[in-house]
């Protein structure tokens, strides 16, 4: 069975910090991750990595992969109130059309 | 280009009711799926539809769930006789096709309050 593991579960941090999520997998022949940030309800897509070691980039956002050690990570740097939000992590596999969801990591920035 | 919509996006219903939720993919996406989410709880999947092809219903939590996708375009996701473990938000997201390399696209959600 996939398995995609997030942490931390929530962060709280001030405005101008510089945050790290994680995003671990156990699943059977990888095809791409992909990180969503949703406010409210609707998730919304920031990255497809299917690549080890090439960073995606998208203003303060980046994010990279590493199929060696199973994991992504997502990057935010100078952290404005507008990044609260879950960020949500999911994988797909070749054996499965239907990508598996981590929990998510909610973030909170103060102002 | 409209993206994904939903509706409602608001819905309390009273145990023991039915509800049906809808979706309009955007045009042109052969692959939809529905998707819960329930309070602090990643998105838990429900079903998949692929073109012509039959569903995948593997992760529809009882009999009471039932879904139909016509003409390739808007589905319908029924719930019938609602409990209020059944409350959640329910996501509907669509892609390209169901290769592993297309992103998709999620609806903005109803949310379903069972009194």
């Known amino acids: 069975e996939d398995k995609v593991v997030q942490s931390p579960l929530s962060l709280v941090v001030h405005e101008g910090d510089t945050v790290t999520l994680n995003c671990s997998y156990e699943?059977?022949?990888?095809?791409?991750l992909l990180w969503y940030k949703q406010e409210k309800k609707a998730p919304t897509f920031l990255f497809m990595l299917?690549?080890?070691?090439i960073e995606k980039k998208s203003g303060r956002l980046s994010s990279i992969l590493d199929k060696k050690e199973l994991f992504s990570i997502l990057n935010i740097t100078a952290t404005q109130t507008g990044d609260s939000a879950i960020y949500l992590c999911?994988?797909?596999?070749?054996?499965?059309?239907?990508?598996?969801f981590g929990r998510g990591t909610s973030l909170i920035v103060h102002p | 280009g409209a993206g994904v919509s939903q509706s409602p996006s608001n819905k309390v219903t009273e145990k023991g009711k039915d509800v049906e939720l809808r979706c309009d993919p955007i045009?042109?996406?052969?692959?939809l799926y529905w998707y819960r989410q329930s309070l602090g709880q990643g998105l838990e999947f429900l079903i998949y539809?692929?073109?012509?092809?039959?569903?995948?219903k593997s992760g529809l939590p009882s009999d009471r769930f039932s879904a139909e996708r016509t003409g390739g375009s808007v589905s319908t996701l029924t719930i019938q006789r609602t409990q209020q473990e059944d409350s959640a938000v329910y996501l509907c997201?669509?892609?390209?096709?169901?290769?592993?390399?297309?992103?998709?696209?999620f609806g903005p959600g109803t949310r379903l309050t069972v009194l």
């Open positions: 539809f692929q073109g012509n092809s039959a569903p995948d």
């Open positions: 997201a669509s892609s390209l096709a169901e290769r592993s390399y297309n992103e998709q696209f």
């Open positions: 299917t690549s080890s070691g």
């Open positions: 699943v059977t022949n990888f095809r791409s």
């Open positions: 999911a994988v797909r596999s070749g054996g499965s059309y239907i990508p598996t």
């Open positions: 045009s042109g996406h052969t692959a």
